[in-house]
C-alpha cells in the first residue's frame, strides 16, 4: 500500500518535471530571441554602435581555430568583408539555458550564396556555424559576453568539402 503511494507521489512529481522543463527551456529561447534579433540585424546592416550595445565590454569570440577576437578585431573583420544584398544568413537557436544571470545557448547560422569560380562557372556555396554563446545580465540587460564556434561546414553545391569541429 504505501509503496503504490510512493510510486502515485513519484509518477506525479516526474509528470510536474516533464510539464515545466520544456517550459522553462522555451522561456530562455523566448527571452533570449529578441537580443538575437537585434544582434543579427546590426550585424547584417554593419552597425557596429547597435552591435557594441548588445555586447559586454569584455566580449571575446574564439573561432574554430581556437583563435581569440575581441570585438574591435570582429570590426575590423566585418569591415574587410565585401558586403553582398544577397547574402543573407538565417539563424537559429537551438538549445537556450539561464541560470541565475548568466545564459548559455547553442546558435546555428546558415550561410547561401552563388560565387563564380575560377573556371567561370557558378556554384553554390554553403556555410554553417554552430557555436555557442554565453550571455549575462547587468542592469536588468542580457549582454553577449563570449561566442565559441564549434562546428563549421562549408559546401559547395550541396557537397560539404570542409568541415571542422571542436
Known amino acids: ?10 509518477a506525479g512529481a516526474l509528470a510536474t ?9 522555451q522561456d530562455a529561447k523566448e527571452v533570449l530571441a529578441p ?9 547584417d546592416a554593419r552597425d557596429l554602435a547597435a552591435m557594441g ?8 569570440m574564439i573561432d574554430i581555430r581556437g583563435d581569440s577576437h575581441t570585438m574591435a578585431e570582429m570590426a575590423d573583420m566585418m569591415a574587410k ?10 539563424y537559429a537557436i537551438l538549445t537556450a539555458a539561464i541560470t541565475g544571470t548568466t545564459a548559455t545557448v547553442k546558435q546555428q547560422m546558415d550561410l547561401s550564396m552563388s560565387r563564380e569560380m575560377e573556371d567561370g562557372t557558378t556554384a553554390q556555396i554553403g556555410v554553417t556555424v554552430i ?8 542592469g536588468g540587460v542580457w549582454l553577449l559576453a563570449k561566442t565559441v564556434q564549434k562546428d563549421l561546414s562549408i559546401s559547395k553545391d550541396g557537397e560539404v568539402v570542409m568541415h571542422q569541429a571542436v
Open 17 to 25: 518535471v516533464a510539464i515545466v522543463a520544456p517550459a522553462v527551456a
Open 81 to 90: 568583408m565585401p558586403q553582398d544584398p544577397n547574402m543573407k544568413p538565417k
Open 35 to 43: 537580443r538575437y534579433a537585434e544582434l543579427h540585424a546590426a550585424s
Open 1 to 10: 500500500m504505501a509503496f503504490s503511494r510512493d510510486f502515485s507521489l513519484l
Open 131 to 138: 557555436s555557442e554563446d554565453t550571455w549575462v545580465q547587468r
Open 53 to 60: 550595445k548588445l555586447m559586454a565590454p569584455e566580449y571575446e
